[in-house]
């Protein structure tokens, strides 16, 4: 029997000045460099599209950027003269700049860049001493804003990577049924459904791609979101984050063999047929804002009239319970499905096959999103029931390594 003063054991494992051993070191170097790696060399990849920069200069900045984390690293691990922390501490790019960066570098290219920086980073230095004092100006609230805003600041060159980047642009090719295309998967992979669909719903709509090429999009771009898999699923049900991470991974591997699947499908379409929208059309901000407004207040409540249906709908399938009600539920709807999942091999199983399919809500959410384009939701079924089969057989391969 525990008494009142029996202390939990720790959690923690090695203290600030203990050293773990050489191969538990070496694995936690390698998971930290695997995680950023690719925040590392984002920024400067992001400026060098920005700019136009070619490919030597390209990989110079990334170079430089990979030895400049790797040497501040170095140097706030090992606290060298008193300059660092003594911890675990990355030190990589920031996404913060790359805005005033790419404004900087079209004014005066690469020298500007590098003499602005080496004049702003005394001053960084400063007023980092500074910070304790300023917490109470400094709120949760400022810094969310500033967060916000760096996102808003990058829609301009996301955009442009979606047409092709500025290489595309510069070739005559920016917009090309290729990049767009790829652009609507991973659109619908980060956003989850119906994203995707609604992505090759607007791009035809627009007449960027032919109707056989948006049927062919709906077939693997409409796909669940990392977020639902790994934090619901996973951590939810499987109790893991290394559970959901291989359900993400799963089901993003099992849309790439859909389009596989997917790829001849159409082909005969004649590219004569589509007619360019001119370049640009300028609108008010005025128009634009309440556009966006309207249609995203629409795609929301039509999205979440259909889950709150096939919620209600899949009551008495949830009440049976067993796994006969569990799979009976996955073919209505996802989320009512949570609830009724094991951590176990068949879980699992169900779990990545029915992330695949995503339910009938989502075709009717994907249903929705196509009134009036005249696209037609075979595709979407069929491809849905492919990788959802493909994600069966993925999962029935792994489940035994992942939970084992």
């Known amino acids: 029997m525990d008494t009142p003063n029996a202390r939990t054991p720790s959690v923690l494992l090695y203290g600030i000045e203990e050293r773990p051993p050489l191969r538990e070191a070496f694995f936690a170097a390698l998971q930290h460099l695997l995680a950023i790696f690719i925040a590392i060399v984002t920024p400067p990849l992001i400026i060098a599209g920005a700019l136009g920069l070619d490919h030597e200069t390209t990989g110079f900045l990334v170079s430089m950027a990979l030895f400049a984390s790797g040497l501040s690293t170095f140097i706030q691990c090992r606290r060298i003269g008193g300059v660092g922390t003594g911890l675990l501490c990355i030190q990589g790019t920031s996404f913060s700049f790359i805005g005033p ?96 669909a609604k992505t090759a719903a607007d791009l035809y709509r627009e007449n960027l791609v032919s109707r056989e ?44 063999l859909t389009g596989l699947v997917f790829r001849g499908s159409g082909k005969s379409a004649s590219r004569q047929e589509l007619t360019r929208h001119p370049p640009f059309q300028a609108v008010s901000f005025a128009e634009a804002f309440t556009g966006a407004v309207r249609s995203s207040l629409a795609g929301i409540l039509s999205v979440c009239a259909f889950v709150v249906f096939f919620y209600v709908l899949a009551q008495p399938l949830t009440a049976m319970g067993g796994r006969l009600g569990a799979v009976l539920v996955a073919a209505l709807e996802l989320f009512s499905l949570t609830p009724l999942l094991t951590a176990d091999a068949f879980g699992f199983l169900l779990a990545a096959a029915a992330a695949g399919w995503g339910g009938l809500s989502v075709l009717c959410q994907t249903l929705a999103v196509l009134e009036g384009s005249g696209l037609r939701l075979r595709n979407c079924f069929l491809g849905k029931v492919v990788q959802s089969a493909f994600s069966l057989l993925l999962a029935a391969l792994l489940v035994g390594y992942v939970l084992g």
């Not at 079209?106 to 980073?121: K, N, Q, R, T």
């Not at 948006?214 to 939810?236: D, K, M, Q, T, Y």
């Open 101 to 196: 960066i790419i404004s900087t570098g079209m004014l005066g290219g690469l020298p500007l860049i590098f003499g602005v920086c080496i004049a702003a980073a005394p001053v960084e230095m400063v007023i980092s001493r500074l910070l304790r004092y300023t917490q109470k100006v400094i709120t949760p609230l400022v810094s969310g804003i500033v967060v916000t805003l760096i996102g808003m600041s990058l829609i301009k060159v996301g955009i442009i990577a979606c047409g092709g980047g500025t290489a595309a642009r510069e070739a005559g090719t920016f917009g090309n049924p290729g990049s767009l295309g790829l652009a609507a998967l991973v659109l619908g992979l980060v956003g989850g459904y119906p994203i995707g």
């Open 213 to 256: 090429e948006a049927e062919r999009l709906l077939a693997f771009c409409n796909n669940s979101n990392p977020v639902f898999l790994i934090s619901v699923l996973g951590v939810g049900v499987f109790g893991s984050v290394r559970a959901g991470v291989w359900l993400w991974l799963i089901h993003v591997l099992s849309a790439l």
